[in-house]
């Protein structure tokens, strides 16, 4: 419903039929923009602060009827904290355009919006009233909180991280994290950023970083890892291993760089090739003394039982000998294996974009050098599967797909199929909605919640429960083994528990932990809902 009285601005004009005629062609050129402006508009009461007109924008946007705007005022489509303000503001005088700034408005479905307003004082039917146009920001808002949530995450993590992070520009660092500062052994970030980044290089070592460097920032194809050496403040050097990709940084080519102290796996390296060259060396050296020896005993053997004996403590010297190096030789495999798979995650994913990079552009009539670089594509295809495996573990795609529950029952089977614990999980209501954030905080707890009676508890049975009440969720494990002692529930070691309390904090939540003797553990853990997810979830107001 919309008011077809004519508007105006509080003021009087001079009486003439030109005057009047501009009037009402002004008038209702305005009553047009009024009802056909796409945002929501109204003329409100300033006294009594009752909606007097809504055009169409505001009825669809808000839900609600022309009839039933015209029976309400603006602190009916205000949250109730925020009526003082409201209150303040429509006290304070103004004159002409105002921009009255951002509020939160409620739509008759419940939804909280936040609009920006601008406001005009105007004369409507014989009342002083103002004339509002909002504009939705709400999703803007979102965005915007969203982006630096992410922001701080990305901060927390590359500030944090064990390995040293820089960005480069042409050589020059324009970034570094904490790591960073510390591995070149400097007290300030002033040290690090805007000079070149070959000051911190051993200068034998300065033309082929640069080099890589350059390449990389050209997104050049080669090798992305990279050996070499440092000189730090107090002048020590060190050994670094780079692992480089081409970004852009505030609109220009730019590397990021993460390098890792290698210099005492490095030591160590040689250490163990100086120690197998000398047990090769003590290998040969005691072969010949045994071989002559073995000469000597055997034109010896029918007259000397002496020397029978000497050769057999001989050979099982040599048997010994033989053993350990076997030994030594499968240590090493271990080492090898081990530290083949720690560089794999680091290196499969540049080597998937150069070896896309060089697919795209080997010429068509290459066709067997096609061939191979779709065998090799294949192979990493595959290693990513087995990265995928591993990664399911880390974070179920079930949890972003289909949702809290549907990860939860994933979980829960897997579970029991891999400790041989029966579980059961219940859910009340069956339809329970809850955003992504708090469904992922409800799915860590959980696993930490069952990883701790695989690893502690010793039980034959766990009890899970979900259950909205009111406008919160709780979260229930319930296991029948040897129960928790209440000192380790308070011991700050515990960073398990500790993290499950970390988790809740955002929304308020609480985690409780109670373990009796012989009897079992019992982990609860409240969340208030949001009022959307509470409304969706069936919540009583």
């Known amino acids: 419903m919309t008011a077809k009285t004519p508007i105006s601005r509080v003021g009087t004009l ?12 002004s008038a209702t050129q305005f009553q047009l923009l009024f009802e056909n402006n796409p945002h929501p508009m109204w003329i409100t009461d300033l006294e009594t602060l009752h909606f007097l007109a809504v055009n169409d924008a505001a009825i669809q946007h808000y839900g609600y009827s022309g009839e039933e705007f015209l029976a309400m005022t603006l602190k009916d489509i205000s949250p109730p904290e925020d009526t003082p303000a409201l209150l303040e503001g429509i006290s304070r005088p103004t004159h002409g355009l105002d921009r009255a700034g951002t509020w939160r408005h409620l739509t008759k479905d419940g939804t909280l919006l936040e609009v920006e307003l601008t406001s005009h004082t105007v004369s409507f039917a014989g009342r002083r009233a103002a004339l509002a146009l909002a ?28 390995d040293a992070i820089v960005i480069t520009v042409d050589t020059t660092p324009v970034f570094a994290n904490k790591a960073f500062l510390a591995l070149h052994g400097l007290n300030d970030m002033s040290q690090a950023l805007g000079s070149s980044f070959e000051q911190f290089i051993v200068p034998d070592d300065a033309p082929l970083v640069k080099e890589r460097m350059l390449a990389r920032q050209r997104s050049d194809p080669g090798a992305s890892v990279y050996e070499y050496r440092i000189r730090r403040a107090d002048g020590d050097i060190r050994t670094v291993q780079a ?8 609109g220009e080519p730019a590397v990021l760089a993460v390098l890792r102290d290698i210099t005492e796996r490095k030591h160590a390296d040689a250490a163990l090739r100086r120690a197998h060259e ?7 050296e005691r072969t010949v003394e045994l071989s002559q020896a073995i000469e000597i005993l055997q034109e010896q053997i029918a007259e000397r039982h002496k020397a029978e004996d000497h050769l057999r403590r001989s050979q099982e010297q040599l048997h010994a000998l033989s053993t350990r190096l076997l030994s030594m030789l499968e240590e090493e495999r271990i080492r090898i294996a081990r530290e083949t798979h720690d560089e794999l995650g680091q290196a499969l994913t540049a080597l998937k974009i150069a070896l896309a990079w060089i697919r795209q552009r080997l010429p068509a009539d290459q066709k067997p050098v096609q061939d191979k670089a779709d065998q090799m594509a294949h192979l990493i295809d595959t290693t990513v599967q087995a990265i995928r495996r591993i990664a399911t573990e880390l974070r179920p795609r079930v949890l972003d797909d289909l949702g809290l529950v549907a990860a939860l029952e994933w979980h829960v089977r897997e579970f029991q199929e891999r400790t041989g614990v029966a579980c059961a999980f219940t859910r009340s209501p069956e339809d329970i909605v809850v955003d992504p954030a708090r469904a992922t905080t409800l799915f860590r707890i959980c696993q ?8 502690h508890a010793n039980a034959t ?23 928790i002692p209440e000192e380790a529930v308070a011991d700050p070691k515990s960073l398990g ?11 308020g939540g609480a985690v409780h932990i109670r373990g009796i003797q012989g009897r079992g553990t019992v982990v609860s853990v409240h969340i208030p809902l949001g009022k959307k997810e509470a409304g969706l979830s069936g919540a009583p107001p």
């Open 14 to 25: 001079p009486d003439s039929p030109w005057t009047e005629e501009m009037l009402r062609e």
């Open 135 to 162: 504009h939705d920001i709400t999703e803007r808002r979102r965005a915007e909180r969203s982006l630096k949530e992410s922001e701080e995450h990305y901060r927390a993590v590359v500030e944090n991280v064990g």
């Open 243 to 250: 692992s480089s990709v081409a970004i852009t940084h505030k």
């Open 278 to 284: 000398e047990l090769e060396r003590g290998v040969q």
């Open 448 to 455: 930490e919640a069952l990883t701790n009676v695989a690893r």
């Open 461 to 483: 049975r766990i009890d899970l429960s979900l259950t909205q009440v009111g406008a919160a969720l709780c979260l229930e494990v319930r296991d029948d083994g040897r129960g």
């Open 497 to 507: 528990l500790m993290g499950m309390r970390e988790r809740v904090l955002p929304w």
